[in-house]
């Protein structure tokens, strides 16, 4: 009965942390390899691919802190 129930929701958490922070990630990692090669094709853009790789990984990091807090 009850004890059954409890079993699920602990499942149900461990999905929704494990699906929370797989995809942000990857995107992540994608990203941070795009602008290394960016910045390998060129260097004297580096300022800006920083900026805007910094910038973005931001917004994944609040969405990945979001999934974590909805889970709740």
């Known amino acids: 009965g009850g004890h059954r129930g409890?079993?699920?929701v602990v499942?149900?958490?461990g999905l929704a942390v494990?699906?929370?922070s797989i995809g942000p990630g990857v995107g992540q990692g994608t990203a941070a390899g795009q602008a290394v090669e960016g910045i390998a094709r060129q260097p004297e853009a580096e300022g800006k691919i920083r900026g805007t790789l910094l910038l973005s990984l931001?917004?994944?990091e609040a969405l990945t802190i979001y999934g974590?807090?909805?889970k709740k």
């Open 68 to 70: 974590h807090l909805l």
């Open 11 to 13: 499942i149900a958490a």
């Open 18 to 20: 494990g699906l929370a």
């Open 6 to 8: 409890v079993l699920l």
């Open 58 to 60: 931001a917004f994944m």
